[in-house]
C-alpha cells in the first residue's frame, strides 16, 4: 500500500474516533443536563411543598384566605387552557364519549348549584338534604363510571368491568353517610391534579417521571406528620363568620371531636398543593404551550377549527378571574361561598380529562 494511501486511512481513522467521541460526549452531556434537570425538579418540587406544608400548618385561616383570594380565579383559567389544549381538533371516535361527558358536567353543575337555593327556599325540610346530597352524589359516579366504560371501550375495545363493583361499593358508602362521602370528596379532589402532572410528565418529559414519583413517596409521611404534630393542638376560634366558613368547609362540624385547626391545615395544605400544579408546575414545564398563543390549541390551529371561539372564551375566563378578584375585595364570605358552589364544574371537568390522559 502507497505511504500516502497509508496515510489517508490513519487520517480517516482518528477523524471517526475524533467524531465518536465527540458524539460520546455530547450524549453524556445531554444526560448530564437531563439528570441536574430532574435535580433540580426534585428540589423545587420538595421545597414547594416543604413551605406549603409550614404555612399550612402555622397560619392555617390567614393561609386560607390568602390563598383562594389569590389563586382560586387563576387556577381555573389555568385548567381551562390546558383542557382545551387536551381537545382534539376533530371528535372522531369520542364523540359519544365528549357528548356524555359534558352533558354530565352541565347537568349535575346545574343540579348542585340549585341545592342550597332549594334548601334555603324551603322546598324541602333539613331531613331530606341528606337524600338530596346523596343523589347527587350517585348520580356523579353512575356518570363516572359511564365515561370510564366508555374510554375502556375506546382505548382496549373491551369492557373494563371493574370499574361497576367499584361504583356500587362506593354508592354504598354514599348513602350510609353522604355529608361524609362529601367531605372526603373535598379532601381528595387536590390530588388529582398530581395525577395529571404523573401523567404528563410520562408523556412529555419521562426522564423526569421516577424523580416525581419518588417524591411522591414522601407526601403521605408528610401529611401523616402533619396530622400528629396537629392533632394535639386547640380548635381554631370561629368567632366570625368567615372564619366559621372556612372550619366548616374542612369538616369541622362533620368532625366535632378533630382538632380543627389540624382539618383547615390539612385541607389548606393541599388546595395549594392542587394550585401549585395548575399555577406553576405544568405552565412552566409546557404542558400548555404559549400560554397568550391560540394556535398551540389544536381546536383552534385546525383549518376547520374555532381560533376566535377559543380566543373570546380565554379573554372572557380572564375578566371572570377579575370579576372573582371585585367579589372577594368587596365581600369576602359571601363571594367564597358562590365561588366553592359554581367551582364544582371544574371538579367534573377534570374526570373526562384525565381518562382521555390514560
Excluded at 124 to 136: K, L, P, R, Y
Excluded at 151 to 176: E, M
Excluded at 325 to 330: A, D, E
Amino acid at each position: 500500500m502507497p505511504a500516502n494511501r497509508r496515510q489517508g486511512c490513519r487520517r480517516s481513522l482518528m477523524e471517526r474516533v475524533e467524531n465518536i467521541s465527540i458524539v460520546t460526549w455530547r450524549t453524556r452531556s445531554a444526560r448530564d443536563r437531563t439528570r441536574m434537570s430532574a435535580k433540580a425538579f426534585a428540589a423545587i418540587l420538595t421545597a414547594s411543598v416543604g413551605l406549603s406544608a409550614g404555612l399550612a400548618s402555622w397560619l392555617p385561616l390567614q393561609v386560607s384566605i390568602v390563598t383562594v383570594f389569590l389563586f382560586a380565579g387563576p387556577h381555573n383559567w389555568f385548567e381551562l387552557r390546558y383542557f382545551l389544549t387536551r381537545l382534539p381538533a376533530r371528535f372522531g371516535r369520542s364523540r359519544n364519549f365528549f357528548l356524555v361527558a359534558f352533558v354530565g358536567i352541565g347537568f349535575l353543575t346545574a343540579l348542585y348549584t340549585s341545592l342550597p337555593t332549594l334548601y334555603y327556599a324551603n322546598l324541602w325540610s333539613g331531613a331530606n338534604w341528606q337524600n338530596a346530597i346523596a343523589t347527587w352524589n350517585t348520580l356523579m359516579l353512575l356518570w363516572i363510571s359511564t365515561l370510564v366504560l366508555m374510554r375502556g371501550k375506546q382505548k382496549t375495545n373491551r369492557d373494563w368491568f371493574w370499574v361497576l363493583p367499584i361504583a356500587c361499593v362506593l354508592c354504598s358508602l354514599n348513602w350510609l353517610a353522604p355529608e361524609m362521602f362529601s367531605l372526603a370528596i373535598v379532601y381528595v379532589h387536590p390530588l388529582v391534579a398530581l395525577w395529571f402532572l404523573d401523567r404528563h410528565l410520562r408523556r412529555t418529559k419521562p426522564e423526569w417521571l421516577p424523580t416525581y414519583r419518588r417524591c411522591l413517596m414522601f407526601l403521605p409521611l408528610l401529611i401523616a406528620g402533619m396530622l400528629w404534630q396537629l392533632s394535639r393542638t386547640s380548635s381554631l376560634a370561629d368567632d366570625n363568620g368567615l372564619f366559621w366558613r372556612i372550619t366548616q368547609h374542612a369538616g369541622a362540624a362533620l368532625l366535632p371531636n378533630i382538632s380543627s385547626h389540624m382539618l383547615v391545615s390539612t385541607h389548606v395544605f393541599l388546595e395549594m398543593l392542587h394550585y401549585g400544579v395548575w399555577i406553576l408546575a405544568l405552565p412552566l414545564i409546557g404542558a400548555t404551550g404559549a400560554i397568550w398563543n391560540v394556535k398551540t390549541i389544536p381546536i383552534a390551529s385546525h383549518s376547520r377549527g374555532f381560533p376566535k371561539l377559543i380566543a373570546a372564551l380565554l379573554i372572557f375566563s380572564l375578566f371572570m378571574v377579575g370579576v372573582l378578584w371585585m367579589g372577594f375585595s368587596v365581600n369576602y364570605a359571601m363571594t367564597r361561598d358562590i365561588y366553592f358552589t359554581v367551582a364544582i364544574a371544574h371538579v367534573l371537568a377534570e374526570a373526562p380529562f384525565l381518562l382521555r390522559m390514560i
